[in-house]
Each structure stands twice: as structure tokens, then as C-alpha cells.
């Protein structure tokens, strides 16, 4: 099984949306941009937002065991995939991608 390196590439925080929709929280989204994690399986890597695993843990164990090609090859990289989690005020996008043998 491959080593898969998840980056933090995009943070957007759409402030109309949070007044006009959302109740006030305390902790929100701590990621941040270039931040990296590395993911073997379906173990969430520690210190992960746990609703972003939930959305991208499928796309991490199918490139940990060899697929690729995601979306008809949308991505110039087919052992990659570009995801956002599910937060719809604080969106967050990841490049996901195989680690070479040779990357730590």
C-alpha cells in the first residue's frame, strides 16, 4: 500500500453565508494552507479534520492501492485528486496525491 500526502492547497470563508445562515461556533476550521499530512489506509492522519477524512478517505485508500484516473482523468497528475470537505461556509481544498517511493 502507498503512502498518500494530503495537502491543504485553498481556504475560502464565505462570510455572507455564515451571517445569513450559520449559528455562531467556537472552533472553526484550524487548517492551513500548506499544511501537509501524510495518510497510510483508512487511518485518519492525526490532527485531520474529521468531516474532511469522512469526505476523502475513499479517494486516500483507492490511490493507496493503485487507482487512478479519477473523473475521466480531469486531473494532469492521475495518480492525484483535487478535494473539498463539506463545509459550505469554510470551504477547504486538498491536493491528495501518491507519494513516490523515494519521498518521505
Same mark, same amino acid.
Given at each position: 500500500?502507498?503512502?498518500? !500526502?494530503?495537502?491543504?492547497?485553498?481556504?475560502?470563508?464565505?462570510?455572507?453565508?455564515?451571517?445569513?445562515?450559520? #449559528?455562531?461556533?467556537?472552533?472553526?476550521? #484550524?487548517?492551513?494552507?500548506?499544511?501537509?499530512?501524510?495518510?497510510?489506509?483508512? !487511518?485518519?492522519? /492525526?490532527?485531520?479534520? /474529521? +468531516?474532511?477524512?469522512?469526505?476523502? =478517505?475513499? %479517494? *486516500?485508500?483507492?490511490?493507496?492501492?493503485?487507482? /487512478?484516473?479519477?473523473?475521466?482523468?480531469?486531473?494532469?497528475?492521475?495518480? +492525484? *485528486?483535487?478535494? +473539498?470537505? #463539506?463545509?459550505? %461556509? !469554510?470551504?477547504? =481544498?486538498?491536493? *491528495? /496525491?501518491?507519494?513516490?517511493?523515494?519521498?518521505?
Amino acid at each position: 500500500m502507498k503512502k498518500i !500526502r494530503i495537502t491543504v492547497v485553498r481556504k475560502a470563508c464565505y462570510e455572507d453565508l455564515m451571517a445569513q445562515y450559520e #449559528n455562531p461556533i467556537e472552533k472553526p476550521c #484550524n487548517l492551513e494552507e500548506g499544511q501537509v499530512f501524510l495518510a497510510e489506509g483508512w !487511518r485518519r492522519p /492525526e490532527g485531520f479534520c /474529521e +468531516s474532511a477524512w469522512e469526505t476523502m =478517505s475513499p %479517494f *486516500v485508500l483507492g490511490l493507496a492501492h493503485g487507482a /487512478e484516473g479519477f473523473y475521466e482523468g480531469w486531473m494532469k497528475n492521475p495518480r +492525484s *485528486v483535487l478535494l +473539498s470537505c #463539506n463545509d459550505g %461556509f !469554510r470551504p477547504v =481544498s486538498f491536493l *491528495v /496525491e501518491v507519494l513516490e517511493e523515494a519521498e518521505p
